[in-house]
Structure formats: structure tokens, C-alpha cells
């Protein structure tokens, strides 16, 4: 399973590189951040997610999970979360821009059983302008679920989410 994510991963992001370089937009903003910490409900209140890792970026910057745009434009923006933890109970996870939750970008996934994990996928296009602030927000309906991380021995970590960002023309 961890060696299909780390495929898909590459493969997501040499897609990315590729049809940058057929359009002509490869130097067009882009970031790809990460987070290898766990992060789970205490309670039913919303969370903005944290990320301690910029893994690629051009002209995009983040800093502990907010994503500063460099300038005005329409942009992909995709979270996708590991979820799972300790209980039951759902994981949501959605946007916002400068404090504001998105419309219609919320998702959930019910963890019916603790050893279960899933991926929670948000995403959307967005029309955004130099120096918006963009974050992904989670929250838990009980006590100890929400965004985890795997670290199976000898292959890579499971991010808690990774969240990937670019312009379109």
C-alpha cells in the first residue's frame, strides 16, 4: 500500500511536471507541502492543519501549513488527508481562504473501525489573488480521530496530508 501511495505520488507529480512543460506553464506558481505529524480531534471544534515540510515550490510559499498566493489567478488546489485513529467517529476536512470557509469544499469519512484508515481527498478551483492565505481545516466528531501518520519500517512515511497547489491559465 505505502509503495502504491510513493508511485502515486511520483507519478502525480511528474504528471504535473509534464503538462506544465506540453502547456507552456511550468514556471507558473506551484508548492507541494507535507506533514509527517499526527493530528487528532480533542474535540468537535475546528482545526486548521499543520505542515512541517515543503517538499517542492515555485513562487508559493507556506509556512506551518498556511499557503501564501504570489499572484492573481485561477489555481488547483487538492488536500489529501490519511485519516483514521484511535475511535470512531468522522473526519472532515475542507478549505479556507483568508479565515473563510469554502463553499462546498467540506468532505468526511466515517472510521467505523480504529484500525482503519482511509484517504480524504478536497479539492477545487479557486479564483485567488496575490497574498490570499489558504489552509485546510479538520475536525473530529470524537475525541481521537483525525489526520495520522504511518511509518512501516523500511519505506517511506505516510504523510497525515499532502496538500498541492498550482496556477492554470
Known sequence: MTEMRTTFKAISIATALLMGSALGVFAKPFIQASSTEAQLANDPKPVVVTMD??????????????????????YFVIAAAQVGGSA??????????????????????????????????????????????????????????????????GEPVVPSIILSAYKID
Open 53 to 74: 515540510s515543503t517538499d517542492g515550490a515555485n513562487d508559493l510559499k507556506q509556512e506551518k501549513g498556511v499557503v501564501t498566493i504570489s499572484e492573481d489567478g485561477t
Open 88 to 153: 470512531k467517529g468522522l473526519v472532515r476536512l475542507w478549505m479556507r481562504i483568508n479565515d473563510k470557509d469554502v463553499d462546498n469544499s467540506n468532505t468526511e469519512q466515517l472510521i467505523s473501525d480504529p484500525s482503519f484508515t482511509a484517504v480524504l481527498v478536497c479539492q477545487g478551483l479557486m479564483e485567488l489573488k496575490k497574498g490570499d492565505k489558504i489552509v485546510s481545516v479538520y475536525s473530529g466528531s470524537v475525541k481521537g480521530v483525525g489526520l495520522v501518520v504511518k511509518k512501516p519500517a
